[in-house]
């Protein structure tokens, strides 16, 4: 079994920055794509931005320019710099990955548990 924490939420004013990190644990075989989506009350849960296991990044067109998505593979973890925060930012954020785990010939989905991030003054 494979689990994500995350860790980095919380308020911020406009105009401020965060920092997100998700560590994954577990059976790990091999990490491939991990992301950042998110989610505002009443909308539906969007991608926010990706990174390849090679660190090859995308960004939602909303984010580009003012957030930044990296991870350390040696520690299973993935980041996203958030700066030059907007109110529309405010959402839970959930961290997912593509992991393939022991004995397993494919990789499979999971999501961590969502961190809250509010901009507001």
């Known amino acids: 079994q494979v689990q994500l924490v995350e860790s980095g939420g919380g308020l911020v004013q406009p105009g401020g920055s965060l920092r997100l990190s998700c560590a994954a644990s577990g059976s790990i075989f091999r990490i491939n794509a991990m992301g950042w989506y998110r989610q505002a009350p009443g909308k539906q849960r969007d991608l926010v931005a990706v990174i390849s296991s090679g660190g090859s990044p995308t960004y939602a067109d909303s984010v580009k320019g003012r957030f930044t998505i990296s991870r350390d593979n040696a520690q299973n973890t993935v980041y996203l710099q958030m700066n030059s925060l907007k109110p529309e930012d405010t959402a839970v954020y959930y961290c997912?990955?593509?992991?393939?785990?022991?004995?397993?010939?494919?990789?499979?989905?999971?999501w961590g548990q969502g961190t809250q991030v509010t901009v507001s003054s």
């Open positions: 997912n990955a593509d992991v393939q785990t022991f004995g397993m010939s494919w990789g499979y989905e999971y």
